[in-house]
């Protein structure tokens, strides 16, 4: 019968920890429990709610430093950071819908543990880039911190990179201090209407090339930009590539326009202003386009941006689905049909022949039992993240099977 436990202090959390490692036990880590079905189903008989971590417990605008517990939902803290015109850099997307949950509840501890960056991580970096700080208690029933409340931090060992894309399998981090910068004064969006994919990966990467400071590059392939909530997206009739430019207004004006003259070879042009802009790239970072589809299989590949094309020509061959491109052609998501294999076969196949690597986001559990959700690693970097588990959670008490079977 599965357990839920509930601890309200880092002490108490610790008691449970060990009670698990002294009984043989392991336990499922969540929130909110958005993310529960990003990753192999959890070989753990309970469950360790961490939703009392919850709250903003230091805010420094001035600074530019905000400390939250694991378990706060990023709109409040978003919310907090809008008052003061700032955000979170990384632009953490929210993959609740396309994962079957609700909308806006994710937390800032699952986005960390998750490294899940938004269309802004060609310019600012990974999630794990932003992370100054956290508390954690180890597997071992431990209670650890790192980093520290400054951008400019040089104690001890860098471990916030490391916890980061963890899932939650070395530590139970119970409070997070990450680094937030000012909004935008404006946004802009050039549109290049119709281009191909593999025409759209080359005005891409021109963009990206040119001095204009270019923060978000996205292809939509035409049954995707169908789909947006942006009519002049919806409505082009064909594919849209996206190019977002960000700053001061003067600055922006000029830039988008340079943009637009380097783009009217690669098709027609058009252009949103900062409101249409937001909600387009909150369907790009958000995977929105693919949260119905019946809940097939989707999944998240980090190509090399010149391939992009090739690859998505080579699974779609094989497979019946849709695709979209983010961060200037480096990372293609897919959404397939079903199949036993939740198009494994066909998508280790195409990033084994042009390069890249893929993670499975969503599929049916069983599919997710069956076959590896993230890239396989070749051995001797398996050993070294074996090593590395062992350091933390030597018994497997948190999110055991969550990365790899039985680990």
């Known amino acids: 019968m599965t357990e ?22 392991a336990f499922e880590v969540l929130a909110a429990g958005t993310k529960r079905s990003f990753g192999r189903p959890v070989e753990a ?43 979170l850099e990384f632009e953490p997307p929210d993959l609740g819908p396309l994962l079957g949950a609700a909308p806006r509840l994710g937390t800032i501890g699952g986005a960390i543990a998750c490294n899940l960056a938004g269309p802004r991580r060609i310019k600012a970096g990974a999630a794990r880039d932003h992370v100054l700080g956290f508390n954690a208690v180890s597997g071992r029933g431990e209670i650890f911190k790192s980093g520290g409340r400054v951008v400019k931090n040089v104690t001890g060992f860098d471990l916030s990179k490391l916890m980061a894309g963890s899932f939650g399998t070395l530590a139970v981090m119970t409070e997070v201090t990450v680094k937030v910068l000012p909004v935008a004064e404006e946004t802009r969006t050039v549109l290049v209407l119709g281009a191909d994919d593999a025409a759209a990966g080359k005005a891409m990467s021109a963009a990206l090339g040119a001095p204009s400071d270019v923060s978000g590059a996205a292809h939509l392939t035409a049954p995707v930009a169908s789909a947006s909530g942006i009519e002049r997206v919806a409505g082009a009739g064909g594919a ?14 000029v830039r988008a326009r340079a943009i637009g003259d380097l783009m009217k070879n690669f098709g027609e042009l058009d252009e949103l202003g900062s409101a249409d802009s937001a909600v387009l790239w909150r369907e790009v970072g958000n995977a929105t386009f693919f949260a119905g589809d019946d809940g097939g299989p989707v999944w998240r590949l980090s ?32 959404a397939l049909a079903p199949t036993d294999d939740g198009g494994h076969g066909v998508v280790r196949s195409a990033t084994a022949q042009h390069g890249g690597h893929a993670t499975l986001v969503r599929a049916a559990a069983g599919v997710r039992t069956r076959v590896p959700v993230f890239e396989p690693q070749p051995a001797p970097l398996a050993a070294l993240t074996k090593r590395v588990k062992e350091g933390f959670d030597p018994l497997a008490v948190l999110n055991p099977g969550r990365m790899v079977a039985g680990v």
């Open 4 to 25: 839920t436990l509930k601890p309200e202090t880092p002490d108490q959390l610790c008691e449970a920890v060990r009670w698990a490692a002294a009984a043989e036990e």
């Open 45 to 87: 008989g309970h469950r360790l709610d961490l939703g009392v971590f919850a709250g903003i417990g230091l805010y420094e605008a001035e600074e530019l430093v905000l400390a939250a517990g694991a378990a706060t939902p990023l709109a409040e803290i978003e919310a907090a950071l809008a008052d003061k015109r700032q955000r």
């Open 240 to 253: 849209v590539t996206a190019l977002r430019l960000e700053g001061p207004a003067p600055s922006v004006k």
């Open 303 to 334: 190509v090399p941006p010149a391939a992009g094309a090739r690859v998505a020509a080579h699974i779609l061959d094989g497979i019946e689905g849709k695709v979209f491109y983010d961060w200037g052609g480096g990372l293609m998501w897919l």
